[in-house]
């Protein structure tokens, strides 16, 4: 390796840690937010822990993340997993597979509970959009899911992930409301997609099995 080269490498490093140190600072404050709102929730509005359960789990975990600072392969993998989880489960609900509309933590019900929700998620946007979006949605979360579950490309799955829960985020923004994340933990959810894809997250993957095996071949 020439010194060109050496100064390179140097550099894409720096680039990375400043990009890696900024994702969890992101993380962290997303952690906080959404502590905030759990512990309003609960002391305020006593809801019911059937609503709290998956903003909990998600929360602890991606503190998890923050607070070993991706120094744990195996929990970041973990990470990666319920990531790829928590969109797969989005479209079990929407399917009835998590329960009947109305069911404790269960958010549709059915397929049509899902286009009325994505007509109001994207109040911004015609209303005869809302069946092709809600199609190209669960296309893009059962991809994803899967992806991330099976660690294939795995970092470019991540990236795909937040870009997804971006312009899930944005649009809920616009049409419910920032309040409206919090339920979903959707903020952590990005925050914690944009810190995960600077971190080694490939144990228990394909990418992790395909790369073992060609080491060993060369051996």
């Known amino acids: 390796m020439n010194s060109s080269d050496a100064s390179s490498e140097v550099a894409f490093t720096r680039r ?11 993380l962290v404050v997303g952690l906080c937010l959404q502590t905030s709102w759990l512990v ?5 509005h006593r809801a019911p822990w059937s609503l709290l359960i998956y903003p909990i789990i998600i929360t602890a975990l991606f503190a998890g993340l923050a ?3 991706g120094r744990l392969r195996r929990l970041n993998a973990i990470v990666r997993i319920v990531l790829g989880l928590a969109f797969l489960l989005s479209v079990a609900d929407r399917f009835g597979l998590m329960g009947a509309y109305g069911s404790p933590g269960v958010s549709f019900g059915d397929y049509a509970h899902f286009v009325t929700y994505t007509r109001q998620v994207n109040s911004f946007l015609p209303e ?3 069946p092709a979006l ?3 949605a669960t296309l893009c979360e059962t991809g994803i899911g899967s992806a991330l ?3 294939v490309s795995a970092r470019n799955s991540v990236l795909a992930a937040l870009g997804l829960l971006l312009i ?3 649009a809920m923004s616009i049409s419910l409301g920032f309040g409206s994340h919090f339920p979903y933990a959707v903020v952590v959810l990005a925050s914690g997609a944009w810190f995960l894809s600077t971190l080694d997250c490939t144990a228990w993957s394909i990418d992790g099995g395909r790369r073992r ?3 060993s071949l060369q051996s």
């Open 16 to 26: 990375t840690d400043v990009v890696g140190s900024v994702a969890r600072f992101s």
């Open 40 to 44: 309003w929730i609960v002391v305020g």
């Open 67 to 69: 607070c070993t600072n």
């Open 128 to 130: 005869s959009w809302a």
């Open 134 to 136: 809600a199609v190209s």
């Open 149 to 151: 579950i099976l660690g």
């Open 168 to 170: 899930f985020g944005t």
């Open 213 to 215: 095996a060609k080491q």
